[in-house]
């Protein structure tokens, strides 16, 4: 079945380092999500991406979705102590059920 | 609009009994998906409604748990005999079809 692995599992930075983690689908998705998890809170949707080499800006965040749309990065730019949670990307198969498949998430902590 | 609706917020209960989670999704998603998180890990997928069709539930650990949707709107996750690693946060999810998902705050589950 469809698989979405995401790396790393963990990254410390200092406030003001940029962050970044990637998604990798071991099937070609019809689009991908990320969401943000707040210590102690609930995911929330953050963006989706559905087009072959698209990128989105959200203030210091940018998306990208690969050419092949199996893979997808998030990317902060100088990281503040309100980035800190963990991300998810999901994503969708072309094919079957349709189901949105979560990464394992990269948990972001920041050194103030 | 009103969220996802899960109740109760928190359950304690002893070793051996049964527990029902309550999910009431967002009016009008047909899609609704049930989580387990343990303390600082990820999502585990347990099972997912689109619809009428049959449910995906090929991420339900063990034959103890069980969940049903209702009228296609209110879910229940279903654990019997519940064992000390049931404990963990259920999340519910709904969507409509392939939007992003809204997650309910969850139930917070300890086996004691």
């Known amino acids: 079945g469809q698989q979405v692995m995401q790396i790393p599992q963990y990254q410390h930075v200092q406030e003001g380092e940029d962050f970044t983690t990637y998604c990798n689908s071991s099937t070609t998705l019809s689009n991908i999500q990320w969401y943000k998890q707040r210590p102690g809170g609930h995911p929330v949707f953050l963006i989706q991406l559905v087009k072959s080499g698209e990128v989105k800006k959200q203030k210091r965040l940018t998306f990208q979705f690969g050419e092949a749309k199996k893979n997808s990065s998030l990317h902060i730019t100088a990281t503040q102590t309100t980035d800190v949670g963990t991300y998810f990307c999901?994503?969708?198969?072309?094919?079957?059920?349709?189901?949105?498949?979560f990464g394992q998430g990269t948990r972001l902590t920041i050194n103030p | 609009g009103a969220g996802v609706s899960q109740s109760p917020s928190n359950k304690v209960t002893e070793k051996g009994k049964d527990v029902e989670l309550r999910c009431d999704p967002i009016s009008g998603h047909t899609a609704l998906y049930w989580y387990r998180q343990s303390l600082g890990q990820g999502l585990e997928f347990l099972i997912y409604f689109q619809g009428n069709s049959a449910p995906d539930k090929s991420g339900l650990p063990s034959d103890r748990f069980s969940a049903e949707r209702t009228g296609g709107s209110v879910s229940t996750l279903t654990i019997q005999r519940t064992q000390q690693e049931d404990s963990a946060v259920y999340l519910c999810a709904s969507s409509s079809h392939r939007d992003s998902q809204h997650f309910g705050d969850g139930t917070r589950l300890s086996i004691l």
């Open positions: 999901a994503g969708t198969g072309i094919q079957g059920a349709q189901k949105l498949v």
